[in-house]
């Protein structure tokens, strides 16, 4: 008897247990849905224990996507080239490696052109190396974190446009929320010059490869194809970017509003390297042009400032000498006065260099 | 604890192969969820409470290592591993059939409790059109991997089996 009482409470106290740990876990999702707890040592702990594991799994997944896409091309030309099949495998065969080389070297060469011409930022290459499993959020594993510079909040691009932002920077490895993911919302503008129109676009929970600029007044001048901007409001992204482009407009259901989808600049889909923006300035303005000369008068601006510069300058020399002279003038005259021991008038030098009685 | 530590490696390999070489195979950003199968495995071989245990240790590595809300996939593992250990006991360990045919059952549920968690948060999800973007490919994933996935957890039930056998020999 004392033994199925003894068993029925240990069953009792399990059970009890079992429901704290549920309602704990059930609260925690509202309390981090709203920044109210964070847990970022063991999230950062959990990170850096999966980075060698995400690197390795990530570089195998590579090398088999690559083989798979190889293999297929092999067959569209065995195909279409029958006769020359022997000789296209043979080719494909010597050239597997140098082509992996050459294919991640194109990607590299395009991040490293834009990064040329944006000379505004400072950007980290970095390599994706995670996609996030949940089917609702859009989040992927770089590899580089603090160490390499990177931070969080900081914008990540690719040279055809805005990716996402990092969601938290590990030593190693960070995490990019996409624009894609339904909780990022971007501050935008219409590109064009005649519109402007502002909005934010965030990602769309059931259309996740298209997401949509929101806020948009009904009566806005906004288009379909019209290019989307990072307006540089909130902060976190530069202005400037490349977001996508406005595919379709439809109207809001409150009726006051309306929203655009739209084709995002970056196939996320083929995503696999990306550069952070780790820091960034305003452009320098353009050197202003010079005006438009009367056909006939044609000057050189730079010899004229030249000329300029040398007639300034004999002016100058020209001053120099005549207060020497009458310095020498006036040292005389004092001289002879003193001469005469009769010191009549006085005499001194005017504030001008001239000499004033 | 050498079962602990190969039980944890295990794991850290799986989860490995969900997030980066799986994802290569995924279906317009839909692909395979590793610990939602190895959850379900886990209960049906070990009952309820190992259910539970498994649901809380995925649960906890995904939610810590993903940009998601915190516990929402800790919250839905350890319902389905509840939910399927209680059929532990009306199941034969060594056939294939159940463990296999639950795992479309568990992504289906998997899938309800997430959407309840989105409208609880305030979010509207297009329920049909989830159903026909998210969860359709979602539950033929699952169907596809888990009887490796079953197989990977009953070895290493295996093994663990062994291990003790041993301590416990040893220390007679």
Known sequence: MSNYIRKKNHSGKKLAALIVVFIIVFCSVFLSSRSKIEFSVPDKTVMAIMSPFQNTFSWVGSQLAFLEKTVSEMRHLHQQNKQLREEVELLRAQNLTASEFAAENQRLRALLGYKQVATQFDLVAAKIIGREAATWSSVVVINRGTADGVADNMAVVTELGLVGHVMEAGLNTSKVQLILDPRSSVGTLIQRPESRVAGIVEGDLNDPNHPRMINIPKNADVQIGDMVVTSGFGGVYPKGLVVGKISDIHNDEGGLLKYGVMDASVNFEKLEDVAVIVASRETPPEPLPPPAQTPGTETDPAKTAEQLKQSQQAVQDAGNNVHQAQQQQLQQSQQQQQTQGQPQQTTQPAPGGGVRR | ?172
């Open chain 2, 1 to 172: 604890m050498k079962v602990f530590f190969s039980g944890l490696l295990l794991l850290l390999v799986m989860y490995g192969l969900q997030t980066s070489l799986l994802t290569f195979l995924d279906y317009n950003g839909v692909s395979v969820n590793l610990m939602l199968l190895v959850t379900v495995s886990v209960a049906f071989l070990h009952g309820w409470k190992a259910g539970v245990a498994a649901g809380l240790l995925t649960g906890l590595l995904q939610d810590f290592s993903s940009g998601s809300f915190f516990g929402c996939a800790t919250f839905s593992y350890m319902t389905i591993g509840l939910f399927f250990g209680r059929f532990s006991k009306h199941v034969f360990k060594e056939q294939m059939f159940f463990p296999v045919l639950s795992a479309p059952m568990a992504a289906a549920i998997h899938f309800c409790i997430m959407s309840a968690f989105l409208f609880m948060l305030g979010m509207k999800p297009d329920l049909i059109q989830s159903v026909r973007t998210i969860l359709i490919p979602f539950v033929l994933y699952q169907l596809v991997f888990s009887w490796f996935v079953h197989k990977v957890v009953k070895s290493f039930g295996n093994f663990a089996a062994e291990q003790m056998q041993i301590k416990t020999g040893g220390l007679k």
